[in-house]
């Protein structure tokens, strides 16, 4: 029997904004004419989509670097530096016809030479986190200047996802094989790269050479980090800012009720998670990373309503896969469970008993913290002595990948494929599985899965593959958000998009 729903209020809901510091980036006026300041959550990490892990680094890189494909706002996938492509009949090759004139911002040439130099470095660069992605490619063949042909080891039905993605965003060979390519980023996109500062700004400059110039009006795009989501606000009603991504829920009325202000939205693709480190380097020796039974006991703890109810004003979708109960793709054999504390309880008796230490690294932002300080209120209840970390998102991440984490909290924006919010964190080796999950019916799953073109085998593949991370809980999967864009009314034309990228083709503004 589940126990009833706790109001569980802790010291953030009764807060104040006393002693917040607000950055104010003073008036817009400033700026000069065609420019747009872009409020995000955290800082990016490596600005080269090979080495890219993060939501916020995908933000940018669709200003500064376009993909083979893309989705639009119904997620088909449409043309962008390939015009067309289609399938062999057995589904392992795939010849894609490129689109003429392309040039990178250094000037190179984009053709079929540059499309196989891209997809073999993002195969073969050590670092590269985009291996697991392309795994189904065999080879990359320029046929001609502008028909590029892939040949696959068995049919997948997810490489055009990949390609609509990091996998798929073009570099310029010439400065990609430069050592400092990571700092001084060369693409084929609407804008090129000026300077970064870190935690401070990333700046873009309209590519005049571009092949779709026209569409895009504004010349320089400013990106500014500020994770507080008080001060991002602040600093877009202020006048300093144009556009900030991941509103918060409580400022919605806020929004909507300023009238220099409008509120874009859709829902999103991707998940809030908390993820155990089994067999990624010594944090992984604790109790919770070698016992399932700790880490389904911790599942049991969480009531993942009471955190939409209590932080996200019911806006939000609770969850406990990687892919949202709306999705066809979702296993109805394993609904979202409600709290169930007893259970919780004994399980951690029958493992061994409390109260069991649980080191949790949390990006420092306050809606993050606050999701945090509800779940180990909640936990604390089961037996579960829990420390919460704040971390800066780039440094969480690295420290994620290192195997310097016992447990850590983490959102994916979510992909268009299924695959891509499974494949990349449950296969054996996989480059975003920072836990170390290995289990050979999960990878035996979802290659099956992979290699199936109609949706009703795919989902009986994906509904096995659950049936086995889920008892083994490496992953603890908690909601699926609402993408929420705060825009000043300055700004035309701006629509928001399920990955919840910013796509600028058609925006303007106004000084």
Not at 210 to 225: C, G, N, Q, S, T
Not at 451 to 479: I, Q
Request: hydrophobic fraction near 40%.
């Amino acid at each position: 029997m589940n126990s009833p729903t706790r109001p569980f209020l802790p010291q953030w809901r009764r807060a104040t904004l006393a002693g917040l510091t607000l950055l104010f980036l003073g008036s817009g006026t400033a700026l000069a004419a065609g420019s747009i300041r872009i409020g995000l959550q955290d800082d990016a990490d490596a600005l080269d989509p090979h080495l890219s892990r993060s939501y916020v680094g995908r933000i940018v890189f669709a200003s500064m670097c376009d993909k083979l494909l893309d989705v639009d706002t119904t997620l088909q996938f449409v043309p962008q530096l390939a015009t067309e492509w289609h399938w062999s009949n057995n589904g392992k090759t795939l010849t894609m016809k490129l689109r003429p004139g392309v040039k990178f911002h250094d000037g190179t040439a984009f053709n079929a030479a540059a499309v196989k130099a891209n997809i073999d470095r993002a195969k073969t660069l050590p670092e590269s986190v985009r291996k697991n992605e392309l795994s189904m490619v065999e080879s990359v063949t320029a046929s001609d200047p502008l028909t590029v042909v892939f040949e696959l080891k068995h049919p997948d039905a997810t490489l055009l996802a990949q390609l609509s993605d990091r996998a798929g965003m073009m570099l310029s060979p010439t400065a990609a094989a430069k050592p400092d390519f990571v700092t001084h980023p060369v693409c084929a996109g609407p804008y090129k790269f000026v300077e970064r500062v870190q935690q401070g700004r990333m700046v873009l400059q309209k590519f005049e050479d571009y092949w779709d110039k026209d569409a895009y009006k504004i010349d320089r795009v400013e990106f500014l980090p500020i994770p507080d989501t008080t001060v991002r606000l602040a600093n877009l009603k202020s006048g300093g800012l144009d556009l900030i991504e991941r509103v918060a829920t409580s400022d919605i009325k806020s929004v909507k009720g300023t009238a220099s202000l409008q509120l874009a939205m859709a829902p999103g693709l991707g998940f809030m998670s908390i993820e155990f480190n089994l067999a990624n380097g010594d944090k992984a020796k604790t109790a919770l990373g070698q016992n399932k039974l700790l880490r389904q006991a911790f599942s049991l703890s969480i009531d993942r309503e009471a955190i939409n109810q209590a932080v996200f004003d019911g806006v939000f979708t609770p969850g406990n896969q990687p892919v949202p109960p709306s999705s066809p793709y979702y296993a109805g054999a394993f609904p979202v469970q409600g709290r169930d504390i007893d259970k919780a309880r004994k399980l951690v008796s029958q493992a061994g008993g409390g109260p069991v230490p649980v080191d949790l690294q949390v990006p420092n932002n306050p809606i993050t913290m606050q999701v945090a300080q509800v779940i180990q209120a909640m936990a604390g209840e089961a037996g579960f002595n829990v420390t919460l970390r704040a971390t800066e998102f780039a440094t969480l991440l690295s420290d994620a990948q290192k195997g310097a984490f016992q447990a850590t909290l983490l959102a994916w924006s979510g992909r268009v494929d299924p695959d891509g919010n499974i494949g990349p964190f449950m296969t054996c080796g996989a480059g975003l599985n920072d836990p170390h999950y290995c289990n050979a019916d999960v990878d035996k799953a979802l290659a099956e899965a992979r290699g199936t073109p109609t949706e009703s085998e795919r989902k009986a593949f994906y509904a096995t593959a659950a049936a086995h991370y889920m008892d083994d809980v490496p992953t603890l999967y908690l909601y699926h958000e609402m993408r929420l864009f705060a825009v000043s009314k300055k700004v035309s034309g701006f629509t928001a998009h399920p990955d919840g990228l910013i796509r600028l083709r058609g925006v303007s503004v106004t000084q």
